[in-house]
């Protein structure tokens, strides 16, 4: 059985139309994100479909390898549709009180028994937790604790959200009461944030390499632009109609520092402004990447490999895929 796994295995780790795939992916990450390669629908099509075989081969060999077919597979089999909808776990909501390092936030938190990657997700300059709030809860129904929290003062900048998420973490991790009672897995920890929230994201993935995965949204640092130390699989979200965080003076830039060893992700939504996140639907691009990202690499889930591509609504798409 194990050789027969072993040739299928390289079978389409060797196929041409794989090969295809990563010199795609690789032309647009060493194309970096200056705009210069951008897919037709045809060549996203095609990419879509050269992914799913990548997955294919991730999930032979993790089944090889590690007799299972997935890490930590929670839930139904993704779809396009699954991914821009509420997942299947209904959730509860329970109070994160002021704790040394930050100044409390919402949780959210699966009714499901089971244990869950925990996931701290920061807002914006001037910004409450609220304005997180229907992004952080839309991810928690796909099966993760969530923390929506409050910065120490409104006017934080990114380096001080940064010691905030961690801080979240570690405060919330250790709650032993209400819906999250025994529902943490500490060893599975992500952050995310929106604006200074995801410059501050994006410095405590640096700091912090024990961390799952990184989402920042429509990040801003004026001052700390370099991550070429960031080890964390990261992704970038961005608008290319965003006035405040322009994507190339900022996320453009923070993708393009990082090391081409590092998991990364740069998605830029066509005609987003630097609201996004806050504004729109959670049915758009950003919910779906941060979804199958936190999916991929918090839960090792291969699954979600195939919806880390680009997206005709987007403007720009880099990688270091497949995922």
Known sequence: MRTACSSIIRFFMSSPHLKIARELTFSLATGNASGQHRLSPMEIHLKQLLMKRAALAAF????????????????????????????PFAVSTQTANRATGFAGGTIYVPNAAGKYALVAFCPGFTNSQSAVATLGRRLATHGFVVVTMNTNSVFDFPASRATQLI???????????????GKVDATRRLVAGYSMGGGGTLIAARRNPSLRGAIALAPWSDNDKNFST?????????????????????ANVFYNSMPTTTKKLLAIINGATHSFPTTSTPNQPASGY??????????????????????????????????
Do not use: C, E
């Open 60 to 87: 032979l060999a993790s089944s090889l390898l590690h007799g299972v077919t997935h890490a930590q597979a929670i839930g139904p089999d993704p779809t396009a549709a699954s991914l821009a909808a509420d997942g």
């Open 290 to 323: 941060q979804i199958a990202w936190s999916k991929r690499f918090a839960d090792q889930d291969v699954r979600y490999s195939p919806f880390l591509v680009t997206d005709s609504r987007l403007s720009l798409f880099a990688s270091t895929g497949p995922f």
């Open 230 to 250: 960031n080890t964390v699989p990261t992704t970038i979200v961005g608008g290319s109609a965003d006035t405040t965080a322009p994507p190339s003076a900022h």
């Open 167 to 181: 801080a979240a973490l570690n405060s919330v991790a250790a709650i032993s009461t209400g819906p999250i009672a």
